[in-house]
Structures are given as C-alpha cells and as structure tokens.
C-alpha cells in the first residue's frame, strides 16, 4: 500500500522524498481522522488477507469495473451486506443525521473496494468492500484523499488542505498520529 500511494518513495539520496514525505504526513493524519473523528462502522484502509497491492494491470482492472458494473454483482452485495448488517442503515442514520441517506436498496449508489481496483484488489471478498453510503464525513474524507492519490493528482494538497479545514477537525488532534500497529 506504501509504495502503491507513494508514501516510501525515496530519492538518489536514499532519503524519502520532499513528495514522499507530505504524503505520509497526511496518511498519519488520516489514521488519525479515523481512530479520532469517525461515527461510522465503516472501514477505509485495506486489511488482510485483501491488503495486497499488486502492480498495474488495466485488463485485471477492466474486468473488476466490468463485473462492477453489473446490477447483478451491485445487487447481490447490497443483499448480503443487510443479510450481515440489519440494522447498518438505521444505526448511520441515528449517528449520521446530516450525512446523504444511505441507499433503501436495490444496491448501493456507490461500493468501494478498499484495496482499489487498479491495484488489483480482491474484487468480491467482503474483506474489501466498503458500502460508500455508509461512510461518516470523516471517513469520506479520507477516502476521497486516497482517490486523489490513486489519480495522481498533482492538486491533491490544496483540495486536501480545503477538504480539511471544512471538515473543521483539530489538526492537533490528528498529525503525527501513530497507531498502536505502526
Ligand atoms: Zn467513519
């Protein structure tokens, strides 16, 4: 996943690059976001065993977004999801009340897989799913930045730094934020 979102990559110096180096800050604020911030049961960062990224392959990835495009694949999830999960969409809504409703079925309007499609991510385990309806502000919030990377946008800082301060989390509370497993 590190090297996927460019957090490792170092210079002709052997040193972690100036780039390298902004971005792990804002993933260690994003780790932060997410133990400080989150109402949601939602999850945002690859897991075992679906936390494997493997390199670029478009026809790999073609074929994930064409079996994602199916309503049957969306529909079959979203059952399955509320077979697991009965009361996910009365509990976002109780702790979520100004989040967009999530969907009443027949699918979700939009799934995440956490381990993305580009980098090959298990494309039906349930280890990798996400509903993106059932995400809080600040989950959105941080998946929206991992979008960012995986587009390589060269902007991603500004929309970070705007996305953040609207947000109106302590930015105290979150940098530097080392979680128990780091
Ligand atoms: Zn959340």
């Known amino acids: 996943m590190e090297d996927f ?8 110096d052997g040193k972690p690059t100036a780039e390298a180096t902004d971005r ?16 949601c049961g939602g999850r945002v960062f690859p897991s075992a065993p679906c936390d494997v990224f493997r390199p670029p392959d478009p026809a790999r990835k073609a074929a994930i977004e064409g079996h994602w495009s199916e309503p049957e694949t969306m529909g079959k999830f979203y059952t399955d999801f509320i077979t697991e999960n009965p009361s996910a969409i009365a509990d976002f809504r109780a702790a979520n009340p100004k ?4 969907s009443g079925g027949p699918r979700f ?38 979008g960012e990377w995986q587009n ?14 609207e947000s109106r989390i302590k930015r105290w509370r979150v940098a530097g934020f080392t979680p128990s497993w780091w």
């Open 24 to 39: 792990m800050k804002t993933y260690q604020a994003m780790l932060g976001i997410k133990a400080n911030n989150c109402t």
């Open 5 to 12: 979102y460019g957090l490792n990559e170092k210079g002709p």
């Open 152 to 165: 390589n946008n060269p902007g991603w800082r500004g929309k970070w730094n705007t996305a953040f301060r």
């Open 99 to 102: 989040e967009f409703p999530p």
């Open 109 to 146: 309007n939009k799934t995440n897989h956490l381990t993305p499609k580009s980098a090959g991510g298990c494309p039906d385990n349930p280890g990798n799913l996400q509903p993106h309806d059932t995400l809080c502000a600040a989950c959105k919030l941080i998946d929206d930045q991992f």
